[in-house]
């Protein structure tokens, strides 16, 4: 059972166009949100993340939209450039138990941006 | 090193064969997490260490999968008598407590081909 949905699986934007991505959960438990960047052969890395008491987090030209009692959140990246094609997951963990720390991930969307 | 360290980078095994994949995390970090990465299955909890005990084993996979942490640091996951369905890349996070808003930084992962 996939706790967080991510969409779209594949993504094509032009330079400096915008790049959204979309992701949903059920499990009211999670409490911190974070997107993570992937390139072929790396690791995934930490983009952004935010809690769930704010509605919007800004750093440079990547955006996370919180909408708690849609339980969805998303990811904006303006200005789109190539150097941003990548694979993006979106992730959930919970705050406290035995799962606490652990992350639920999204089954990632491929960005590609055309030049 | 500044990140997390994972070795072998690539391996290839035949099936039946045990394999041992090792974790280097980030010097102080307490928190250790392997994920699995897998084109079926995305992104997946494997099992978490806070110092050397672990104490959320729950996402491996069957009893042929293990791990251990000594001196707190370095971590080892061992595949007993492989599969092909273990075929899939081996990811290592660390983080500097065991917070869900804490950020979990990755390695780059060992990928594992199963023949």
């Known amino acids: 059972q996939q706790q967080v949905k991510q969409s779209p699986q594949s993504l094509i934007v032009q330079k400096g166009g915008i790049s959204i991505i979309n992701c949903a959960y059920e499990?009211?438990?999670?409490?911190?949100f974070p997107w993570y960047q992937q390139f072929p052969g790396k690791g995934p890395a930490l983009l952004i993340a935010?809690?769930?008491?704010?509605s919007e987090k800004k750093e440079g030209r990547f955006t996370i939209s919180f909408n708690k009692s849609a339980k969805q959140f998303s990811l904006h990246i303006m200005d789109s450039q190539p150097g941003d094609s990548a694979t993006y997951f979106c992730a959930a963990s919970i705050g406290r138990g035995s799962t606490l720390g652990r992350l639920y991930f999204g089954r990632g969307t491929q960005l590609t941006v055309w030049p | 090193g500044a990140g997390v360290s994972q070795s072998p980078s690539n391996k290839v095994t035949e099936k039946g064969k045990d394999v041992e994949l090792r974790c280097d995390p980030i010097s102080g970090h307490t928190a250790l997490y392997w994920y699995r990465q897998s084109l079926g299955q995305g992104l997946e909890f494997l099992i978490y260490f806070q110092g050397n005990s672990a104490p959320d084993k729950s996402g491996l996979p069957s009893d042929r999968f293990s791990a251990e942490r000594t001196g707190g640091s370095v971590s080892t996951l061992t595949i007993q008598r492989t599969q092909q369905e273990d075929s899939a890349v081996y990811l290592c996070?660390?983080?500097?407590?065991?917070?869900?808003?804490?950020?979990?930084?990755f390695g780059d992962g060992t990928r594992l081909s199963i023949l």
């Open positions: 935010i809690r769930p008491d704010v």
């Open positions: 499990n009211t438990a999670f409490d911190y």
């Open positions: 996070a660390s983080s500097l407590v065991r917070i869900s808003n804490q950020p979990q930084h």
